[in-house]
């Protein structure tokens, strides 16, 4: 009986790491998440620096083509006869410069919008990259506990064979059937009460359990009962 709880013990250990190994990329999903969040915050801010400079080179060209225009029209001033059309044509060349002073202030207040963005995205790629660093040490740290975690676990599971050899044959096939569905599968018997469901169990068993005759199981809910004192397991 003592084999087997400490088979018992080790077979609980097993799990726990395997259900650690499991927990633990979950972490890594969060800082996914925050990858992601940060690679758009960049994003955003590399954008906002590329549409000011866009905006300027727009109104650039229409800059441009109302100047090339201007020259048009001034060339053909010299050959209107008419004084209305002469009035007209100077009436659209001096909306025209109108126009193109609003752009330029335009551009001015672009500049200085674009130089104010730059500044930001410096900024931002900085504390983004710190921010990044940080995440990529904490799952470096994950992956590293990761291995030791699974490292642990496969020695633990490699003990396992030699332990399971030492328990009696029968006992062993029976404790593997209950801890398919009952864990632990063993549990202690306190006083007359099954420690695992904490049902009592009839005093003929008890009998038979605490004078070691016998291996039996709780009556309701089948697990094994023992009648060991616990430090004894745990120290071995
Ligand atoms: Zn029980």
């Given at each position: ?9 080790l ?33 955003n801010?590399?954008d ?29 001033l ?8 002469y009035k ?11 126009q ?30 710190g ?8 799952c ?9 975690l ?10 396992r064979?030699?332990?399971?050899e030492?328990?009696n ?12 569905v ?8 306190n ?6 469901c904490?049902?009592?169990v ?9 004078a ?25």
């Open positions: 009986m003592i084999e087997l709880l400490k088979l018992q013990k077979d609980m250990q097993i799990v726990t790491l395997k259900e650690r190994e499991c927990e633990l990329p979950k972490q890594k999903d969060k800082y996914a998440i925050q990858r992601e969040r940060l690679a758009l915050e960049m994003k801010s590399e906002r620096c590329k549409r000011l400079l866009q905006e300027q080179r727009e109104c650039t060209g229409d800059i441009e083509q109302r100047q090339e225009k201007i020259v048009k029209y001034d060339g053909q010299y050959s209107i006869k008419k004084n209305e059309e007209a044509l100077l009436y659209e060349m001096d909306l025209l410069k109108k193109i002073s609003v752009k330029e202030e335009r551009i001015l207040a672009l500049m200085i919008e674009h130089d104010e963005s730059k500044e930001a995205l410096e900024a931002d790629k900085e504390r983004i990259q921010e990044l660093s940080v995440i990529d040490a904490e470096a740290k994950i992956d590293t506990e990761l291995d030791g699974t490292a642990e676990r496969e020695a633990l599971e490699k003990s064979q030699p332990l399971a030492k328990v044959k029968g006992l062993f096939s029976r404790y593997e059937r209950i801890r398919k009952r864990t632990p599968a063993v549990v202690p018997l006083e007359d009460v099954c420690g695992g904490f049902m009592a009839r005093p003929q068993i008890v009998n038979e359990i605490m070691n005759d016998k291996i039996h199981a709780c009556q309701h809910c089948g697990r094994l009962l023992h009648f060991l004192h616990r430090p004894e397991v745990e120290d071995s």
